[in-house]
């Protein structure tokens, strides 16, 4: 079975990744901190077993860090989160595909989960990552659900709940994985296996 990883990341803009944090540790170690998310996210993509989707927020950047080789580069769709997040996957996944969503701000998500995380979808319908703000890290099924990216409150505390409810709604069996530590604030940072301070 085909797997497929889609990756959201945002361009590392000055000013504009990590802007919560920003207010913590001012705009230049909040870039330095998102490019260490990205490196971190690169590395242990690359040991997935499957086709890797990247997806830019702004523009497509061919001479970076990120492998053609690699990953497949695409660019976001216009609209919300969940619009943004519904073209990817409908555009990717393909009938009885196993695909996968995740984003670059979770410093702890290794491999190893995203492994697990295909392993579920061989038995379940759905499975799914929560954060520790309220949202997800990891959404994936083997089928185009585009409910599961509806009336959903993004970046609220309820999206991960308000998903849960959908993928009930829908009638799929689903798998609930650990929950991590997205990197927002510098309590985050503190509260994740990113090291801090840094030398």
Same mark, same amino acid.
């Given at each position: 079975?085909?797997?497929?990883?889609?990756?959201?990341?945002?361009?590392?803009?000055?000013?504009?990744?990590k802007t919560r944090?920003?207010?913590?540790?001012?705009?230049?170690?909040?870039?330095?901190?998102?490019?260490?998310? !990205? @490196? +971190?996210? +690169?590395?242990?993509c690359r040991k997935?077993?499957?086709k890797r989707w990247?997806?830019? =927020?702004?523009?497509?950047?061919?001479?970076?860090?990120? =492998?053609?080789?690699?990953?497949?580069? +695409? !660019?976001?769709?216009? &609209?919300? !989160? &969940?619009? +943004?997040?519904?073209?990817?996957?409908?555009?990717? #996944?393909?009938?009885?595909?196993?695909?996968? /969503?995740? &984003? =670059?701000?979770?410093?702890?998500?290794?491999? =190893?989960? /995203?492994?697990?995380?295909?392993?579920? $979808?061989?038995?379940?319908?759905?499975?799914?990552?929560?954060? #520790?703000?309220?949202?997800?890290?990891?959404? &994936?099924?083997?089928?185009?659900?585009?409910?599961?990216?509806?009336? /959903?409150?993004?970046?609220?505390?309820?999206?991960?709940?308000?998903? /849960?409810? @959908?993928?009930?709604? $829908?009638?799929?069996?689903?798998?609930?994985?650990?929950? $991590?530590?997205? !990197?927002?604030?510098?309590?985050?940072?503190?509260?994740?296996?990113?090291?801090?301070?840094?030398?």
């Open positions: 079975m085909q797997k497929n990883l889609i990756i959201f990341i945002k361009n590392p803009v000055l000013g504009k990744v944090l920003a207010k913590d540790v001012g705009d230049k170690e909040a870039l330095s901190i998102y490019y260490d998310l !990205l @490196q +971190r996210c +690169r590395e242990e997935v077993n499957a990247l997806y830019y =927020s702004d523009e497509l950047e061919q001479q970076d860090a990120w =492998s053609e080789q690699h990953f497949t580069k +695409r !660019l976001q769709s216009q &609209g919300d !989160l &969940g619009e +943004r997040i519904q073209d990817a996957f409908d555009t990717v #996944n393909q009938e009885g595909e196993a695909t996968i /969503i995740i &984003g =670059s701000d979770c410093y702890d998500l290794l491999a =190893s989960i /995203i492994e697990a995380a295909f392993e579920a $979808l061989e038995e379940k319908d759905f499975v799914i990552g929560p954060a #520790n703000d309220g949202g997800y890290y990891l959404l &994936g099924s083997t089928q185009f659900h585009p409910q599961l990216f509806q009336q /959903i409150d993004w970046s609220t505390s309820a999206v991960f709940e308000q998903t /849960i409810a @959908q993928a009930k709604e $829908l009638n799929l069996s689903i798998e609930v994985l650990e929950e $991590l530590v997205d !990197l927002d604030t510098l309590d985050d940072v503190k509260g994740s296996s990113y090291p801090w301070p840094k030398k």
